[in-house]
């Protein structure tokens, strides 16, 4: 096997705060070289911290550093834990088959073990994944429908009555204007009533 096709592990820790309600599931981060900080949507390239800023505070760059290089991860983190929103990967470990960001190229090894996280998330009432390879990859693990773009479906998860959202991704691969990405998170956010 090629070094470039040895299995590359999850480099962050999943972020949980106890009281959250939604968990946003994700594919798995870029490569090192493409963050901007050591979190969730780390490459500048991607609008999830733009959207966020947009819906909630009427400015997407309410998250970025004032030199715009990097997004604040102590911001983040206080908005999210404050709004009870956790953060994690559909995947833990991926093989990249091309030298890049694109979940195109990512072919998942370990997914994540959902019943471990939701069990430390006793409030969480909604998934939500952000994109088709995340989307793809959750439904390895649920029983449900595919939701359409905007949208979700319902299911039961040890007698927990669940929604599954699919969203947009965030990142500049497709090319949809930050306006337009938001108002389907918005949406989840007023559904939700985090918002």
Known sequence: MKEEQQPEYHPL????????RLLMLGSFPPQKKRWSMDFYYPNLQND???VFGYIFFANKNYFLEPDNKKFNKERICEFLFEKGIALGDTAMS????????????????????????????????????????ATETLLKMIDTSVPKVGGYSEFIWQDR????????????????PIEEKARFYEQMFKELGLL
């Open 48 to 50: 999830m911290w733009r």
């Open 94 to 133: 991926v093989v990249r088959l091309q030298d890049n960001a694109s979940d195109k190229f990512l072919e998942v090894v370990d997914p994540l073990d959902l019943s471990s996280v939701l069990k430390k998330l006793p409030f969480c009432t909604a998934i939500v994944t952000t994109g088709q390879k």
């Open 161 to 176: 009555e669940m929604r599954l959202y699919r969203m947009p991704s965030t990142s500049r691969a497709y090319p949809r």
């Open 13 to 20: 820790e999943l972020f949980l705060p106890e009281r959250a």
